[in-house]
């Protein structure tokens, strides 16, 4: 049975005109091609500094008026010495600081972290909705869905990187990083 198959498509490929064969490969190419258009720009984007690597910093779109957004990436350490990330800066916002978010006693705190914030040896830190985050506050304008900003990251060791935010929806949480641990 197999045999026979093979003969028919040999069959049909040997009697097919070749510019049938050519536009069945021509459309293929452009199946994929629309494919790879059709992926969300929110697909991981990566900025390396020395060890580190800052995996798909994103904020989310802000309502008119807001004067504060949200900064959310994941901070890979891949050298055997922890480092800090010590400030970030943007054009977008007056300042940025990094923020660490708790519930003590049934009451959600939001409060900056002094000192910076370390990245193991070896491992890696989440920035997150509900945890570490960044806040950009004094905003210049609205981010808006869709777009990037850029924004530099200094760590005490691996020294600046700039990096681009990309906008999310306002509702979005991020899922991309959900296996990131903090």
Not at 136 to 160: D, I, M, V, Y
């Amino acid at each position: 049975m197999f045999n026979l198959l093979s003969k028919a498509q040999a069959f049909a490929l040997r009697s097919a005109p070749t510019f049938h064969l050519q536009q069945r490969v021509e459309l293929a190419v452009l199946a994929l091609l629309l494919l790879f258009a059709c992926v969300p720009a929110a697909i991981a984007h990566e900025f390396k500094v020395g060890d580190l690597e800052i995996e798909h910093p994103w904020s989310r779109a802000t309502p008119p008026g807001a004067k504060v957004a949200g900064g959310y990436f994941t901070v890979v350490n891949k050298g055997s010495t922890p480092d800090r990330l010590l400030s970030i800066t943007s054009d977008i916002s007056d300042k940025a600081e990094l923020h660490a978010m708790g519930v003590k006693d049934g009451v959600m705190t939001m409060r900056p972290v002094e000192g910076g914030l370390e990245i193991p040896a070896g491992g890696k830190v989440a920035l997150k909705p509900g945890a570490y985050h960044l806040m950009f506050t004094g905003l210049k304008r609205q981010p808006k869905q869709g777009e990037k900003f850029p924004a530099t990251l200094t760590f005490e060791k691996a020294g600046s990187v700039k990096v681009e935010f990309l906008v999310e929806g306002m509702g979005e949480t991020g899922d991309m990083d959900m296996d990131h641990a903090e």
